[in-house]
Protein backbone atom coordinates (compact mmCIF):
# COMPACT_ATOMS: atom_id res chain seq x y z
CA UNK A 1 0.00 0.00 0.00
CA UNK A 2 1.23 3.39 -1.22
CA UNK A 3 -0.05 6.57 1.55
CA UNK A 4 0.34 10.18 1.10
CA UNK A 5 0.96 11.79 4.32
CA UNK A 6 0.01 15.56 3.23
CA UNK A 7 0.60 18.18 6.46
CA UNK A 8 2.90 20.65 6.88
CA UNK A 9 4.21 20.47 9.95
CA UNK A 10 7.26 17.81 9.93
CA UNK A 11 6.81 16.39 14.20
CA UNK A 12 3.48 15.14 12.87
CA UNK A 13 4.65 13.62 9.54
CA UNK A 14 7.39 11.81 11.34
CA UNK A 15 5.07 10.21 14.47
CA UNK A 16 2.39 9.35 11.38
CA UNK A 17 5.19 7.66 9.64
CA UNK A 18 6.33 5.74 12.50
CA UNK A 19 3.25 4.80 13.32
CA UNK A 20 2.06 3.89 10.10
CA UNK A 21 5.34 1.70 10.18
CA UNK A 22 4.53 -0.15 13.76
CA UNK A 23 0.96 -1.19 11.89
CA UNK A 24 2.26 -2.46 8.76
CA UNK A 25 6.21 -1.84 7.94
CA UNK A 26 5.48 -2.53 4.19
CA UNK A 27 3.91 0.68 4.02
CA UNK A 28 4.78 3.16 1.55
CA UNK A 29 4.43 6.66 2.49
CA UNK A 30 5.09 9.81 0.80
CA UNK A 31 5.11 12.70 2.39
CA UNK A 32 4.00 15.99 1.32
CA UNK A 33 4.01 19.67 2.97
CA UNK A 34 2.05 21.91 0.78
CA UNK A 35 -1.28 21.16 -0.89
CA UNK A 36 0.08 21.64 -4.40
CA UNK A 37 3.12 19.22 -3.69
CA UNK A 38 0.94 16.73 -2.28
CA UNK A 39 -1.32 16.66 -5.79
CA UNK A 40 1.86 16.58 -7.83
CA UNK A 41 3.23 13.69 -5.71
CA UNK A 42 -0.22 12.07 -6.47
CA UNK A 43 -0.28 12.55 -10.12
CA UNK A 44 3.23 11.04 -10.64
CA UNK A 45 3.35 8.57 -8.04
CA UNK A 46 -1.06 7.54 -7.34
CA UNK A 47 -1.52 6.81 -3.47
CA UNK A 48 -4.03 4.17 -2.09
CA UNK A 49 -5.02 6.28 0.01
CA UNK A 50 -4.35 9.99 1.28
CA UNK A 51 -3.92 11.44 5.06
CA UNK A 52 -4.67 15.20 4.91
CA UNK A 53 -4.27 18.18 7.24
CA UNK A 54 -7.07 20.70 6.56
CA UNK A 55 -4.72 23.59 7.65
CA UNK A 56 -2.18 23.93 4.83
CA UNK A 57 0.20 27.08 4.38
CA UNK A 58 -1.30 27.25 -0.10
CA UNK A 59 -4.62 26.41 0.97
CA UNK A 60 -6.63 26.26 4.10
CA UNK A 61 -9.92 24.63 5.18
CA UNK A 62 -12.37 22.42 3.46
CA UNK A 63 -11.24 24.03 0.16
CA UNK A 64 -7.77 21.50 0.52
CA UNK A 65 -10.16 18.36 0.83
CA UNK A 66 -11.95 19.39 -2.26
CA UNK A 67 -8.86 20.01 -4.21
CA UNK A 68 -8.04 16.23 -3.33
CA UNK A 69 -11.27 14.74 -4.13
CA UNK A 70 -11.65 16.25 -7.56
CA UNK A 71 -7.93 15.16 -8.42
CA UNK A 72 -8.48 11.85 -6.83
CA UNK A 73 -11.85 10.91 -7.34
CA UNK A 74 -11.27 7.03 -6.43
CA UNK A 75 -8.53 7.39 -3.76
CA UNK A 76 -9.75 7.38 -0.51
CA UNK A 77 -8.95 10.55 1.56
CA UNK A 78 -8.78 10.94 5.20
CA UNK A 79 -8.42 13.93 7.20
CA UNK A 80 -6.45 14.41 10.10
CA UNK A 81 -6.92 17.62 11.46
CA UNK A 82 -6.96 20.16 14.32
CA UNK A 83 -10.12 21.58 13.29
CA UNK A 84 -12.55 18.88 14.90
CA UNK A 85 -15.42 20.57 16.06
CA UNK A 86 -19.03 18.77 14.86
CA UNK A 87 -19.88 21.15 11.81
CA UNK A 88 -16.02 20.59 9.77
CA UNK A 89 -16.32 16.60 10.45
CA UNK A 90 -19.84 16.61 9.30
CA UNK A 91 -18.82 18.86 6.51
CA UNK A 92 -15.75 16.81 5.44
CA UNK A 93 -17.49 13.86 5.54
CA UNK A 94 -20.14 14.83 3.01
CA UNK A 95 -17.37 16.41 1.03
CA UNK A 96 -16.41 12.84 0.18
CA UNK A 97 -13.39 12.16 3.43
CA UNK A 98 -13.59 8.27 3.72
CA UNK A 99 -12.58 9.63 7.79
CA UNK A 100 -11.70 11.77 10.33
CA UNK A 101 -9.37 11.70 13.11
CA UNK A 102 -8.46 14.55 15.41
CA UNK A 103 -5.25 16.01 16.44
CA UNK A 104 -5.66 16.26 19.86
CA UNK A 105 -6.22 12.57 20.11
CA UNK A 106 -4.05 10.47 22.32
CA UNK A 107 -1.27 8.62 20.23
CA UNK A 108 -2.83 5.34 21.29
CA UNK A 109 -6.48 6.94 19.48
CA UNK A 110 -4.11 7.92 16.74
CA UNK A 111 -2.98 4.61 16.14
CA UNK A 112 -5.87 2.70 17.15
CA UNK A 113 -7.89 4.79 14.05
CA UNK A 114 -4.88 4.48 11.67
CA UNK A 115 -5.38 0.29 11.95
CA UNK A 116 -8.99 0.69 11.66
CA UNK A 117 -8.53 2.73 8.41
CA UNK A 118 -6.32 0.44 7.14
CA UNK A 119 -8.54 -2.38 8.17
CA UNK A 120 -11.32 -1.05 5.82
CA UNK A 121 -13.25 0.58 9.07
CA UNK A 122 -14.10 4.15 9.85
CA UNK A 123 -12.90 6.27 12.40
CA UNK A 124 -14.41 9.24 13.68
CA UNK A 125 -14.36 11.38 16.46
CA UNK A 126 -16.45 10.50 19.23
CA UNK A 127 -18.23 13.65 19.07
CA UNK A 128 -19.91 13.20 16.13
CA UNK A 129 -20.93 10.02 17.08
CA UNK A 130 -23.72 11.49 19.87
CA UNK A 131 -27.36 11.86 19.04
CA UNK A 132 -27.86 14.73 17.13
CA UNK A 133 -31.68 16.28 19.16
CA UNK A 134 -32.12 19.52 16.74
CA UNK A 135 -32.03 18.90 13.38
CA UNK A 136 -30.13 16.10 10.89
CA UNK A 137 -26.86 17.56 9.62
CA UNK A 138 -27.30 15.51 6.55
CA UNK A 139 -30.59 16.85 5.62
CA UNK A 140 -32.07 13.18 4.92
CA UNK A 141 -35.30 11.70 6.53
CA UNK A 142 -35.38 9.23 9.44
CA UNK A 143 -36.25 6.13 8.59
CA UNK A 144 -35.07 3.93 11.42
CA UNK A 145 -38.63 2.37 12.38
CA UNK A 146 -38.86 1.20 8.54
CA UNK A 147 -35.95 -1.63 9.03
CA UNK A 148 -37.00 -4.82 9.50
CA UNK A 149 -35.09 -7.30 12.27
CA UNK A 150 -32.16 -8.29 9.97
CA UNK A 151 -31.63 -5.03 8.32
CA UNK A 152 -31.05 -3.15 12.19
CA UNK A 153 -28.81 -6.78 12.62
CA UNK A 154 -26.90 -5.76 9.70
CA UNK A 155 -26.61 -2.27 10.86
CA UNK A 156 -24.99 -2.99 13.95
CA UNK A 157 -22.58 -4.50 12.82
CA UNK A 158 -22.13 -2.05 9.93
CA UNK A 159 -21.56 0.90 13.02
CA UNK A 160 -19.36 -1.61 14.94
CA UNK A 161 -16.93 -1.41 11.74
CA UNK A 162 -17.36 -4.70 10.30
CA UNK A 163 -17.10 -5.08 6.88
CA UNK A 164 -19.80 -7.11 4.36
CA UNK A 165 -17.44 -10.46 4.31
CA UNK A 166 -17.28 -10.49 8.32
CA UNK A 167 -20.98 -9.66 8.58
CA UNK A 168 -21.83 -12.65 6.19
CA UNK A 169 -19.98 -14.67 8.48
CA UNK A 170 -21.22 -13.51 11.36
CA UNK A 171 -24.78 -13.73 10.46
CA UNK A 172 -24.25 -16.87 8.46
CA UNK A 173 -25.38 -15.25 5.44
CA UNK A 174 -24.30 -14.38 2.08
CA UNK A 175 -22.37 -11.78 1.41
CA UNK A 176 -24.86 -10.67 -1.54
CA UNK A 177 -27.17 -10.50 0.70
CA UNK A 178 -24.95 -8.30 3.42
CA UNK A 179 -24.97 -6.03 0.92
CA UNK A 180 -28.28 -6.00 -0.11
CA UNK A 181 -29.46 -5.20 3.32
CA UNK A 182 -27.09 -2.77 3.25
CA UNK A 183 -27.87 -0.71 0.28
CA UNK A 184 -31.61 -0.52 1.53
CA UNK A 185 -30.48 0.16 5.06
CA UNK A 186 -28.58 3.20 3.16
CA UNK A 187 -31.69 4.36 1.30
CA UNK A 188 -33.81 4.31 4.19
CA UNK A 189 -32.12 6.20 6.25
CA UNK A 190 -30.59 8.39 4.05
CA UNK A 191 -27.05 8.04 3.58
CA UNK A 192 -25.20 8.18 0.70
CA UNK A 193 -22.46 6.29 1.92
CA UNK A 194 -21.59 3.74 5.16
CA UNK A 195 -19.62 7.15 6.49
CA UNK A 196 -22.77 8.95 6.64
CA UNK A 197 -24.84 5.63 7.73
CA UNK A 198 -22.42 5.48 10.94
CA UNK A 199 -23.53 9.56 11.14
CA UNK A 200 -27.25 8.53 10.64
CA UNK A 201 -27.28 6.22 13.16
CA UNK A 202 -26.03 8.38 15.77
CA UNK A 203 -28.15 11.33 15.08
CA UNK A 204 -30.95 9.20 15.48
CA UNK A 205 -29.68 7.81 18.59
CA UNK A 206 -29.69 4.68 16.96
CA UNK A 207 -27.65 1.97 19.16
CA UNK A 208 -27.98 -1.19 18.24
CA UNK A 209 -26.43 -4.30 20.17
CA UNK A 210 -26.84 -7.57 18.31
CA UNK A 211 -30.10 -9.66 19.03
Same mark, same amino acid.
Given at each position: ??????????????????????????????????? *? @???? /? %???? +?????? !?????? #????????????????????????????????????????????????????????????????????????? *? @???? /? %???? +?????? !?????? #???????????????????????????????????????????????????????????
Amino acid at each position: MRVLLVDDHALIRQGLVRTLGTIDPSIEVRQAARC *A @EGLD /D %AARH +PPDLVL !LDLQLP #DRRGLDVLVAFREALPATPVAVISALESRDVVIRALRLGAKAFIGKSASSEYVADSLRALLEGRVPLPSGVLE *A @EPRG /D %ALGA +PAGAAE !LSDRQR #DVLALVVAGLPNKLIAERLGVTEATVKFHVTTVLRRLGAASRTQLLIRAAQQGIRLPLR
